[in-house]
């Protein structure tokens, strides 16, 4: 009975992870194109959405703080990580203004299934620095996916937001794959500190990861925005605002409040299960902003992208299912060592 019961409550704490990052990823990419609909238009702005609000994540770690600090016999190479931390910082950054480049240029439902090539980069990196295997499913999947995206960049330009020019459309396209690409690195880089630097995976040291980059990552925005000169026009940015001063600040309060969500999700999934189970359970929210965009912002889910969408939704069950047969198959390797075990200790 008590395994039955911690098997219940690992599937509840999954369930909720898994909501918080479908919900959170979701709001916070509508509200983003939101925000360019609107009549904002600072890249770097929008690019500090994406990790300004991780205080946020000090909740939690003061929460948990006393039961899962690591052993002092097992000091941390603070050096090695303030370096591995700034460095995925900064390109966190590089991703999240690609991002917002990519929502600028592109409609929601373009831009989400352009970001469905995460799971097929997730996958070849896996491979190269998790040692993670190929199989016949994830080729699929990578095959399947690399179609979709090819299918979305060949489409027909008049579905580009705002008479996008199709120059700026194509560069969308590439910005929005290249930030796919470089979020799938990240996440396999911070699987690889977790296993080769840090060797734990204690809520404690997977907030610390999740913070200390996000906020090497809102400093080098911060600096882009005034290096740029984005800064003086932000006035006028949101007297332009079509909705208002108050739609404005709340728009971009609660995209970075969304991405944070977000983010707490991601972090408890990679704390149950793993950074990799993570990001396929972020790419299953591909369906979810499309359909709100074609309601929200009357969107066209044209027979391209309806095929782009099917494609990209088999490549997702053939990834997931991988996934499945390999916690199926590690469980069954447990359940085995463990009834050898008992034989031996009965011996």
């Known amino acids: 009975m008590p395994t039955v019961t911690r098997n219940l409550q690992w599937w509840i704490k ?9 919900a959170g990823q979701s709001a916070a990419t509508l509200l983003g194109r939101f925000y360019y609909d609107q009549g904002g238009n600072s890249k770097w702005l929008q690019t500090l959405t994406f990790s300004a609000g991780f205080p946020i994540l000090y ?7 006393n ?22 910082g900064l390109m966190t950054t590089a ?19 352009v970001s469905a090539t995460q799971l097929a980069f997730n996958a070849v990196f896996s491979y ?14 990578i095959v399947v996916l690399t179609f979709s995206a090819a299918m979305i960049a060949f489409q027909p330009d008049s579905d580009n937001p705002s008479e996008t020019p199709g120059g700026k459309y194509m560069l969308g396209f590439i910005l929005t794959l290249a930030a796919s690409a470089t979020y799938s690195l990240i ?22 990861m999740q913070i200390y980059t996000a906020a090497a990552s809102t400093a080098a925005a911060t600096a882009g925005l005034f290096a740029s000169g984005e800064w003086r026009d932000l006035k006028g940015d949101m007297e332009g605002f079509k ?7 709340m728009t971009l309060v609660w995209t970075a409040i969304c991405w944070q969500v977000n983010n707490v999700g991601l972090v408890g999934l990679i704390f149950e299960v793993s950074s990799l189970f993570s990001n396929v359970i972020s790419s299953l929210g591909i369906p979810i902003a499309p359909v709100f965009a074609v309601i ?25 299912y991988q996934h499945y047969l390999d916690y199926k198959l590690e469980k069954t390797a447990k359940t085995e060592v463990i009834s050898e075990s008992t034989q031996v200790t009965r011996v």
Do not use: Q
Not at 187 to 193: C, P, Q, V
């Open 67 to 88: 039961s899962t600090s690591l052993p002092a016999s097992c000091p941390l190479p603070l050096v090695k990580i303030a370096v591995i931390y700034i460095a995925i």
């Open 95 to 113: 991703d999240s203004l690609m991002y917002s480049y990519g929502l600028l240029y592109l409609s929601v439902s373009t831009y989400s299934l």
């Open 296 to 320: 929200l912002f009357h969107d066209k889910m044209n027979g391209i992208k309806v095929i782009s969408l099917l494609m990209a939704l088999w490549g997702f069950v053939s990834y997931f």
């Open 128 to 141: 190269f620095i998790n040692s993670e295997r190929f199989t016949h499913l994830t080729l699929n999947s």
């Open 14 to 22: 999954v369930s909720i992870h898994t909501c918080l990052i479908l």
């Open 187 to 208: 996440l396999s880089l911070m699987e690889l500190t977790f296993d080769k630097v840090i060797k734990s995976r204690e809520l404690s040291a997977v907030l610390n």
């Open 243 to 249: 909705k208002g001063r108050l739609f404005y600040v």
């Open 59 to 65: 909740i939690p770690l003061l929460l948990t703080k």
